[in-house]
């Protein structure tokens, strides 16, 4: 016997263990039981609880995004070597490559889609080999190759963008998993004007910025991500109408999907869909007001 408001173990094991059997109450009971089980479910979003299993299927499950992000991650960082060596694009080409492919695959696109991406990427990589061998001849002509390699890539990035929000926001549970999906869109954003930039730049004879007469391949990146950011050190300032008016859907577009998308997902992380408050699309705000 326990006072009442005083709560006891015993009595609390005893109850918890009629409820189990059925006793006391029957369907309702053993419904109740099937509900409370999944809160006792590990919190992937608890690294403590996680076991080495685990850890493995977050990082390279089939619908993990951590490999797209790292690879992201890869093809940034590398990115100056296109125009420090006369083979650079041989060198980052597999990394960016990969990084479309991965970001396709882990959204679950049709195989016709992926079809057509790997074959897109085979022309851009066959694209690749001609610019660095004109490179390595020291054929100077050779803008028009970059400027169509670097759009076909851009286009690319802005379709694989989409999928991988929709992918992101298709999860039952917010997890990891889906922040690094919501990080990886965002780096894609940033990719994406590098070539943008790349290729206004080989059109316009490489005269893009007013600090520099030849950019390389990290100006673009490093302007894109200084941007995407809104930093803006001003070291690099655009000298064409078409770079001016990317910077500017740049800069609005990194920040608006950083405070709404990623930061949903940061606000969420750790709950399931059904534990999302959701408003039924067909209420009547109106006739709430009319009450009022």
């Not at 009595?11 to 009629?18: E, G, K, R, T, V």
């Not at 396709?104 to 889609?113: A, D, G, M, P």
């Not at 066959?126 to 054929?139: E, G, K, L, P, Q």
Request: glycine share 6%; aromatic share 12%; proline share 4%.
């Amino acid at each position: 016997m326990t006072r009442p408001g005083v709560f006891s173990p015993v009595s609390h094991s005893i109850q918890a263990a009629s409820n189990f059997s059925g006793s006391g109450g029957g369907g309702p009971a053993d419904m109740s039981i099937t509900r409370r089980v999944a809160t006792y479910a590990p919190d992937m979003t608890d690294p403590s609880k996680l076991s080495s299993s685990n850890w493995k299927t977050i990082l390279f499950g089939r619908d993990s995004f951590f490999p797209v992000l790292f690879l992201a991650i890869a093809t940034i960082l590398i990115s100056p070597m296109i125009d420090e060596y006369h083979f650079g694009f041989l060198v980052v080409y597999p990394a960016s490559a990969l990084l479309v492919i991965l970001a396709y695959h882990r959204s679950r696109v049709s195989k016709r889609t992926m079809t057509t991406v790997t074959i897109l990427l085979i022309v851009v990589g066959v694209m690749a080999v001609i610019t660095s061998i004109a490179r390595f001849v020291d054929y100077s002509e050779d803008r028009h190759l970059v400027a169509l390699s670097s759009a076909m890539f851009a286009v690319l990035i802005a379709c694989a963008f989409p999928i991988v929000v929709r992918r992101a926001f298709q999860h039952e549970r917010v997890t990891l998993n889906t922040l690094a999906a919501g990080i990886t869109a965002y780096l894609l954003i940033g990719i994406f004007f590098a070539s943008l930039y790349r290729c206004d730049s080989a059109l316009q004879h490489y005269q893009i910025f007013h600090q520099t007469l030849r950019p390389n391949a990290g100006d673009y990146t490093y302007f894109s991500f200084i941007t995407l950011t809104t930093v803006g050190f001003g070291d690099l300032t655009p000298a064409t109408e078409f770079a001016r008016t990317l910077a500017i859907f740049e800069a609005i577009l990194g920040q608006v999907f950083l405070v709404t998308a990623v930061a949903r997902i940061v606000s969420l992380l750790g709950s399931e869909k059904s534990d999302v408050p959701r408003l039924d699309a067909r209420h009547d705000f109106t006739q709430q007001e009319e009450s009022d």
